[in-house]
């Protein structure tokens, strides 16, 4: 088992800042990919960022240029420092991680991203 829990969320205004924080409770060493994903209201969720243990990043083409995904494995943590914040990027943030070698994945309870226009 392995429990994830974000931090950092709120209400911001547009062309604001946050940084969100995933901690685990486990050994970053076994979790691989990890990555943040959102749901916006009304919205499937999707992914936001991902990156490997060596620290390969995907950033999806919306975000890319104002979000940055991060991890520190000794600090078992995952960051997404997000930049200029637009209304739509409004949604709930979740971490998730995958398992080493199994078909396991774990997912925070989210954390509530608001950007006020």
């Known amino acids: 088992q392995v429990q994830l829990v974000e931090s950092g969320g709120g209400l911001v205004q547009t062309g604001g800042s946050l940084r969100l924080s995933c901690a685990a409770s486990r050994s970053f060493d076994t979790l691989d990919p990890m990555g943040w994903y959102r749901q916006g209201p009304g919205k499937q969720r999707e992914l936001v960022a991902s990156?490997?243990?060596?620290?390969?990043?995907i950033v999806a083409d919306f975000v890319k240029g104002r979000f940055t995904i991060s991890r520190d494995n000794a600090k078992k943590a995952m960051y997404l420092q997000m930049n200029s914040l637009k209304p739509e990027d409004t949604a709930v943030y979740y971490c998730k991680a995958e398992v080493v070698g199994s078909p396991e994945e774990y997912w925070g309870q989210g954390t509530q991203v608001t950007v006020s226009a």
């Open positions: 990156i490997s243990l060596t620290g390969n990043t």
